[in-house]
């Protein structure tokens, strides 16, 4: 079972029509995979200098709403505006592309203005609190803020996907140590949702199926809650990858109700857990991959939203970046194992 | 001209078919863009415990060929197998996928044996020398191992593409300081590769011409040669990423020449030298983009080889991840300003 015995294997992940080389020579033992960049320094962004702390609210870009509603009232959340967005809501969105499509005497360079929303999330009032520290309703809470907050946006007849984001730890991409997630509105359906939603499609149409409701308990499986599952994927693009998948079939992440984003705010709390010990609290991001809106039906029988949870274990060199393939040092039935028996005290 | 004074912008590079985000507001700028981590330390894997040095060829894995091919003469270039391949020369290749392509009853899994090769160029006998320390020829003498070892590798009938890779630094993924490059052979034509292709076709269907043909002096060029011209694409996907573009039309890599190796030898070394002046010698990936092996054409007249050059400045975060789109603070047209700007003194 362990990854020296097994010779390398090529896998396609057939939800992103990606391949994935899984390479047994380049791995330790999957048990002993830790962060080398453990993310608990207490001296990075510290206190004093931190405005998205209870008190510092002015410091900040403005709040579009708080959890609870009240102003008099302590806040658990807000939800403000990212100062420093990499979309603008400000300038017009393009009607039309600059470029244009490519024809004789064009040189095909297509640019649109960028018009988005980029939004930040911030978890808890309290610097030292991260998002698994929150009981399940607790996470629960923020999944319905992101819930809420695309709610508002999805009604803008511009915006074409919504990416809900965390990064965790400096090397992960966060400027800023206290627990926070981010909300990007875009113009335009991202290549990897436009590649997830042709493959998936693809699936449907060859098997009736959809690919994501297909997945049941296997040695793939770690966990599960009543309306969720946990796995490491079979083609899992990173080492420890985790998805985090509504049983029932559930083509967008802003229908979730109450009683699931409690549920599954519990099962994605025993993941980040799980992992920050198994790992050594590494830096880690987790992605929402739901699905565009400009569809009329908000249901696709093909589309089946989840979260990819991503630890920050290996640095993407000139192999992956040439060819959009990755390279996984440990399997992902040795990563589902060693993830299943960590032991949570609670 | 300076970014501050921009709006955020959505470009879609034709050549990929991929959307980049120039996001202004995220920019220092451009001519204040410098490395974090600089690769320049002596510390990391020193001349006593280096394999890859002359006179420990011994504990290195088989060598493949070496340039002179004079064994009794000091080597210049050794090509060898790389100790902890991803991918085994000593497996049977798949002649079919376990699952099968997705039917009714299967689970849609796909994997195929991880038969490949996996090389290792060492550029120089001494352990200090960098790849642009070399003289024009000297580099064009790397080129042309590349090429003799892809002629070799292209005549097995499972491999479908071979990707040139070269890791600069530990966070571009160099796991030995001594300079060196790599060459990976594979039974699959990559996603990137395959999207590319697919791109360029289009829009040589759509114009009745070459994207890459189509590009010459413009504010995105930066510097040329006899042969070659280099310059930061108009939707570049990272910070001061650089195109080095054959002005002759040219499918694959390896039907260059030895003149021309000499002369696309002396315009790397150049971009080089210009990055690691302006960037602070950061960490750095490069790519050979070239042509898969089983269209019967040797000549396509929309796939034209290049190759690209990558400073590693940022960090692939949440959304990078998730959308597949990348957030660029550098506006293309200043990057290649700065880059052009950079006085060399040779």
Known sequence: MASQNR????????????WVIFSPARARRPSDFKSKSNTANPNDNPLENCPFCLGREHECAPEIFR???????????????????ALSREIEPSSSVRGGSPGPGSTGDVAISGFGFHDVVIESPVHSVRLEDLDPAGIGEVLLAYKKRIDQLRCHESIKYIQVFKNHGASAGASMSHSHSQIMALP?????????????????????RCSLCD??????????SAHFISIVPFAATFPFEIWIIPLAHSSHFHDIDGEKAADLGGLLKLMLRK???QLNNPPFNFMI??????????????AHWFLQIVPQLTVVAGFEMGTGCQINPVFPEDAAKVLREVRISS
Chains 1, 2 share one sequence.
Not at 7 to 17: A, C, H, L, S, W
């Open 7 to 18: 010779n390398p294997e090529i896998r396609k992940d057939t939800v992103n029509n990606r």
């Open 67 to 85: 959890v609870p509603p009240d102003p008099s009232a302590r806040w658990r959340i807000r939800v403000i505006q990212n100062l420093y967005p």
């Open 188 to 208: 335009i359906v991202p290549p990897t949702t436009s590649a997830r939603l042709h493959s998936m499609k693809e699936h449907f149409d060859q098997t009736g």
């Open 215 to 224: 997945i049941r308990s296997n040695d793939l499986l770690i966990d599960e």
């Open 275 to 277: 992992m920050s010990l």
């Open 289 to 302: 991959h739901t699905t565009p809106f400009q569809d009329t039906c908000s249901q696709l029988p093909y």
